[in-house]
């Protein structure tokens, strides 16, 4: 029987689909959409901001913020930060923690609560303290009777932003616990640690850039809230009136300079914020990389 030889290069060539250059084109298309969209959505109106915030110079800018009003409304603003992004990180370690590395019934259930102020508008969660704590509310009444004021004060501005913000530490550790598993945690009990032991010397360091990472969403959600705030608070001016709150009134009073002013502060610490998320994703990357 005759052997047939032949080589790899005789053999006939596939004919290749002509779309490369079709990939390129569509390609450089989305790009170009994607760039127009955030020119003309972001970042024509930031820059149109800090445009209007200095029109009529630095001293006019400057000056917006020796209104007390502006400084209490940042004075608010601030501490109710202060007080809900540490509350808010507890709780996302925890619930993340109790998620991702624990199994009961009521798992399912726990995680549809923490999506539940995605879902919710904000109006309505504000509605709902009024409903809870107004004075005409389930426990209005018996909270009247010891002097305890909740809604139109600082406990229900809290109360709001923390029902907003929650989710934000919580969702950003829950996948990445639930990827890295149970081993290392399992290894080191069996090793003999503790389980607070365990928990801060290999969970905590395995999620610390989630961690931040949700720290920093939480953050810029608790500054820039409205809407669940303006409901619960009054916007009593100098009292209950947030950094969001007070812009609207000074735009309502035609008040541009101030109103921008104070945006102009708000956009800064957005830009910061965005800078930071950048940079513990480039750390992230940086790790998986090494």
Not at 120 to 144: E, K, M, N, R
Not at 215 to 235: D, K, P, Q, T
Request: glycine share 6%; aromatic share 12%; with cysteine.
């Amino acid at each position: 029987m005759p052997i047939i030889l032949f080589r790899f290069r005789d053999l006939p060539i596939p004919r290749t689909r002509k779309a490369i250059s079709e990939s390129i084109f569509m390609r450089r298309v989305c790009i170009s959409a994607a760039v127009l969209f955030l020119g003309l959505f972001l970042l024509i109106p930031l820059v149109s901001i800090f445009v209007e915030a200095f029109r009529y110079g630095l001293g006019v800018y400057l000056a917006s913020f020796t209104d007390k009003y502006a400084l209490a409304a940042i004075r608010l603003t601030l501490t109710v930060t202060v007080i809900c992004v540490p509350l808010n990180t507890i709780f996302g370690v925890a619930a993340a923690w109790v998620i991702s590395k624990h199994d009961f019934r009521a798992k399912s259930l726990l995680t549809t609560l923490i999506d539940l102020p995605f879902a919710v508008s904000p109006v309505i969660a504000g509605l709902l303290f009024i409903l809870i704590f107004g004075a005409h509310g389930y426990f209005g009444p018996w909270l009247d009777q010891r002097n305890i004021r909740i809604v139109f004060a600082l406990p229900g501005i809290v109360l709001a932003t923390l029902f907003i913000t929650f989710p934000f530490v919580a969702r950003e550790l829950i996948p990445i616990m639930q990827a890295q598993g149970r081993e290392d945690e399992y290894a080191a009990l069996t090793l003999g640690a503790s389980g607070w032991r365990t928990f801060w010397h290999v969970t905590l360091p395995n999620v610390k850039w989630g961690l931040f990472y949700g720290v920093i969403l939480c953050n810029a959600r608790a500054m820039g809230e409205f809407g669940a705030v303006a409901v619960v608070s009054g916007n009593i001016r100098g009292l209950t009136s947030t950094m969001p709150l007070y812009i609207e009134t000074l735009y309502l009073e035609y008040a541009m300079v101030s109103a921008f002013a104070l945006s102009s502060v708000l956009a800064l610490l957005a830009l910061v914020t965005l800078i930071l998320k950048n940079l513990i994703e480039w750390r992230q990357a940086a790790l998986r990389g090494a």
